[in-house]
């Protein structure tokens, strides 16, 4: 009977026998592939005694769901026990990867992808030897696993573009075997094959589709964070020695392409109807269209959305800060390569001649400056998170923008880096996305001290929408294009991210002190090569008075979740900063009205600058080291609100029917500079240089992992061959990944294992 033999069979067979023949009540014959591995599962060798029988084998169409239910259903015991079988499975698709066959090899490959992907998900109790013990055995096992990587290393070098999707697929279900790449001991093997080469070779492939690109860059980004602190790392090695501009402009085009595509998704899930924006936009005429996607980012809509949904947005931004920060000459080669200067660049010594521009290179040399303001336009959107509580659980908001923070440090401690990113030639439109209008830290428009104002689009009910980064014309720009050097849209970013956080549960202090210090090293910057950045500077200094006073009140607060030993090095970082313009700001601010109005808002702010000299009075002699150069930087300050507020009151005793003015204020103050008499502070420029290991290793090391956690829930098998006529599947465009939630930048910014901060 039908209901006896379904029930006598194993169970990884019961769901995939063909439907019962209703004229003979029999079950129908199973297809050759299952009855092939049916055999293999249950202990026996079906190829013994037939000589073409991998020949055969690697010719039929692979049934994934059945091979792959072979694994899940069997146990670790059983299938320890089936290694003999597996090691004949595993020995002969390594050799068939190897073929000449097209054939041969995509079913190869397909099989392997499927049983390694579901090997690693069982629960061995270790790891690396249970596992090379059930695919190769331990005597054999640097022959079989190397042999592998030579023949993987051979499809990416020559294969088509679905081989070597396909392939990197692969690569990636290896790395991906442990949470922790670290104890994935499988990865020994890639540090002896060497796939650098081969990598490179998809990269500089101009056919390679941008999915086939991204999945390669970020095979080599996980790669290279493979014990890249306890020895030496191949392919860590490789990117610091990388000094070729071509190679590193298609690596920064493959990163561009990847941010251009996760900024296009984010403005589809944030954008206001189109009926407000209508309205929005014909009231405020000037205001930009949204980022468009790049018309070079992907073919097809399916490719672009392959990526958004296979990868969360810190794979590449990984890629991105392991490139800036291990290599010494991708920031500048991306940020000037191609573009030839009309005037010469910012020079750091005024002795030196600026180095003569690159050449223009290939198709991506030109177009890949764009890679910065696509960088800071995802800052935008992640930031962005930190102001909704409901977005995400703190430590997972807290993720991406650390990651941001510390690529934007590493990029201002760059110095040919910098001069670009300040030089009037590369000015640029950046969009970033906004604090809401409803916050109490923000204005609806940025005033220039000109009197110019850079038009926002604004949506309502609180919910940020994108904003126009353009501002007053840097360099001789025209203002009526919106471009500005980009050194003014980093520095925005960095204040909405001072707004942002400040709206988060519980703002996390140490994100603060980097984007100070990254704010910091750019003012230090700008006094050192002596540029004059037309920039709203009185935004700047109202939103570190704003952090000031958050950090002043959690200082004295007895339910604040923070120490004063956290609190006390952020106020000592943001007095500095003021400092700086007080000591050197004539030296790089645009104008004098532009220290008539640093010197304004100081008076305007004395009451917070007085709560700060109080609370430091009272914990400083519990705190000595900590309080005493607060104490210190407080000095010029207090001394300037001094000297100029006693000078306010002699005016008013004198005109006592008349009302001061900020007008009235600001002449009182340029006439009585004379009479100021500040102390000289040493070392306001200085900052320790920004060094990964060891105080970022635990971050980086729990950023991997959430990466491979992530990804382990979205791989799968990547089809090897052409699809058929009228399938319409680009490469990168199969399904099964997880899809972003509508409405919910979450979806995209949450990693699955919260990082710790």
Not at 53 to 79: D, G, Y
Not at 178 to 194: A, G, K, P, R, W
Not at 413 to 439: G, Q, T, W
Not at 503 to 508: I, N
Request: aromatic fraction near 10%.
């Amino acid at each position: 009977h039908p209901s006896i033999a379904m029930a006598s069979l194993p169970r990884h067979t019961e769901i995939l026998l063909r439907k019962e023949d209703n004229s003979s009540q029999r079950m129908a014959l199973k297809e050759k592939f299952v009855m092939i591995y049916e055999a293999f599962f249950k202990g026996d060798d079906p190829s013994h005694g037939n000589p073409n029988f991998w020949n055969e084998l690697f010719l039929l169409k692979v049934n994934a769901n059945f091979l792959e239910r072979c694994i899940i259903l069997t146990s670790e015991e059983q299938l320890l026990s089936l290694q003999h079988n597996m090691h004949i499975i595993f020995n002969k698709a390594t050799q068939a990867l190897a073929s000449t066959n097209t054939v041969k090899q995509a079913r190869a490959l397909e099989t392997l992808t499927i049983i390694l992907k579901n090997a690693f998900r069982k629960k061995f109790t270790n790891f690396g030897v249970d596992v090379v013990t059930l695919m190769s055995g331990m005597d054999a096992a640097d022959a079989e696993w190397s042999d592998l990587l030579r023949a993987i290393k051979g499809i990416l070098m020559t294969g088509s573009a679905e081989m070597r999707y396909a392939t990197v697929g692969l690569v990636e279900v290896i790395i991906s075997g442990t949470e922790n790449i670290n104890q994935n001991t499988l990865l020994e093997y890639f540090m002896l094959v060497d796939l650098f080469d081969a990598i490179l070779t998809i990269l500089m492939d101009p056919s390679t589709p941008t999915p086939v690109a991204a999945s390669t860059l970020y095979t080599l980004t996980m790669l290279a964070n493979y014990h890249k602190y306890e020895s030496v790392n191949t392919y860590l090695k490789h990117i610091r020695e990388l000094d070729d501009p071509s190679l590193l402009m298609v690596v920064a085009k493959v990163i561009r392409e990847t941010f251009e595509q996760f900024n296009s998704q984010y403005f589809q899930m944030t954008a206001p109807p189109p009926g407000l924006l209508a309205k929005l936009s014909g009231y405020i005429w000037s205001a930009p269209p949204p980022p468009p996607p790049s018309s070079s980012s992907s073919s097809s809509s399916s490719s672009s959305s392959s990526i958004v949904q296979h990868y969360s947005p810190s794979a590449f931004l990984l890629s991105f800060y392991e490139f800036v920060y291990t290599n010494p000459h991708f920031a500048h080669t991306f940020l000037t390569s191609g573009l030839v200067p009309a005037a010469p660049a910012l020079s750091l010594d005024a002795s030196t001649a600026p180095p003569a521009p690159v050449s223009p290179r290939a198709a991506v040399a030109a177009s890949e400056f764009r890679l910065m303001p696509a960088f800071l336009t995802l800052c935008s959107y992640i930031f962005s998170e930190l102001k909704d509580p409901h977005a995400s659980p703190i430590p997972y908001a807290q993720t991406y923008p650390r990651l941001c923070l510390l690529t934007l440090t590493t990029l201002t401690e760059n110095d040919r880096a910098m001069a670009a990113l300040h030089d009037p030639v590369f000015a640029c439109k950046v969009y970033l996305f906004n604090i809401a209008p409803n916050s109490t830290t923000s204005a609806s428009t940025t005033t220039t001290p000109t009197g110019d104002s850079s038009p926002s689009l604004k949506s309502s009910g609180g919910v940020a929408s994108i904003t126009n980064a353009s501002g007053p014309a840097a360099g001789g720009a025209k203002a009526d294009t919106g471009d500005r050097v980009v050194a003014c849209a980093m520095l925005d970013l960095i204040l909405n991210y001072i707004k942002f956080q400040l709206k988060a549960p519980k703002p996390a202090l140490e994100q603060y002190m980097k984007a100070i210090g990254i704010i910091h090293r750019m003012v230090c910057f700008q006094k050192k090569v002596g540029t004059r950045l037309s920039y709203n500077w009185k935004e700047l200094w109202h939103s570190l008075f704003i952090l000031l006073k958050f950090t002043t009140t959690q200082a004295t607060s007895s339910t604040s979740p923070y120490t004063l030993a956290d609190l006390l090095p952020l106020i000592n970082s943001i007095i500095t900063v003021f400092n700086l313009f007080i000591t050197y700001g004539d030296t790089f601010l645009p104008s004098p009205s532009d220290y008539d109005e640093l010197y304004y808002d100081l008076m305007r702010q004395s009451r917070i600058i007085e709560s700060v000299s109080t609370m430091l009075d009272k914990i400083g002699p519990g705190y000595p080291t900590m309080t005493t150069p607060i104490q210190q930087g407080l000095g010029n300050i207090k001394t300037i609100i001094s000297h100029f507020g006693s000078k306010l009151d002699v005016w008013s005793v004198a005109n006592p029917e008349v009302s001061l003015t900020p007008d009235q204020v600001l002449k009182v103050i340029k006439n009585n500079y004379d009479s100021l008499k500040l102390k000289l502070q040493e070392n306001l420029d200085y900052f320790d240089t920004y060094i990964e290991n060891p105080r970022e290793v635990p971050f980086f090391r729990q950023l991997t992992r959430s990466l491979i956690v992530d990804q382990r829930a979205c791989l799968q098998v990547r089809p090897a061959l052409v699809a058929g006529p009228g399938s319409g599947a680009p490469v990168g465009a199969s399904g099964g990944a997880k899809v972003a939630r509508s409405g919910s930048l979450s979806s995209l910014v949450t990693p699955t294992t919260p990082p710790n901060n």
